[in-house]
């Protein structure tokens, strides 16, 4: 997650069947320049969510251009609710209920999607979606090459 600059990252992502996810909302709490931003509180945010919950999604939707580990280069503006409610269990299984607002929210909403087998990439509008199919096929296709090298390149 760290080494491609990522934000979260959901167990699904990595094979694993449960209802999990990591976030570490801490780039939002700088600018490129270094310099706090509106979000500075979230400078030390690092959670992990199991078996999370969306209670409640309140606010305008605000549109954000996201992307994602699991599909790498592309990134596509999504338009998601500023504030959630979230039950959840943290890593010492504690129970806990938590407003969360602004990237930590939208952090949460995203990794959350990938429990339920959604992605960014289908939130945006029926027409946008159909632009990004001929992307998305070109990066599966890649994975396919590499897959088939690997297969003809074994390791030591």
């Known amino acids: 997650m760290y080494a491609a600059n990522g934000v979260g990252l959901a167990a699904p992502q990595i094979g694993q069947s449960i209802r999990l996810f990591i976030v570490d909302a801490s780039p939002f709490a700088e600018d490129e320049d270094g310099k706090p931003t509106a979000d500075a509180h979230l400078k030390d945010f690092k959670k992990v969510f199991i078996n999370p919950y969306i209670v409640e999604e ?14 790498p280069n592309i990134r596509e503006e999504v338009l ?12 010492k299984f504690k129970e806990h209920e938590e407003t969360f607002e602004g990237f930590a929210a939208r952090a949460i909403q995203h990794e959350h999607d990938h429990l339920d087998g959604v992605l960014f990439t289908d ?14 096929k070109d ?5 396919d090459r590499c897959e088939v090298q690997d297969a003809f390149h074994p390791s030591k």
Do not use: M, N, T
């Open 58 to 71: 309140e606010g305008e939707e605000w549109p954000f251009e996201e992307g994602c580990l699991s599909i």
């Open 80 to 91: 998601r609710q500023p504030r959630i409610v979230l039950q959840y269990q943290d890593e």
């Open 123 to 136: 939130h945006p509008p029926p027409l946008r979606r159909r632009l990004l199919q001929g992307k998305l």
């Open 139 to 143: 990066i599966s296709a890649w994975q």
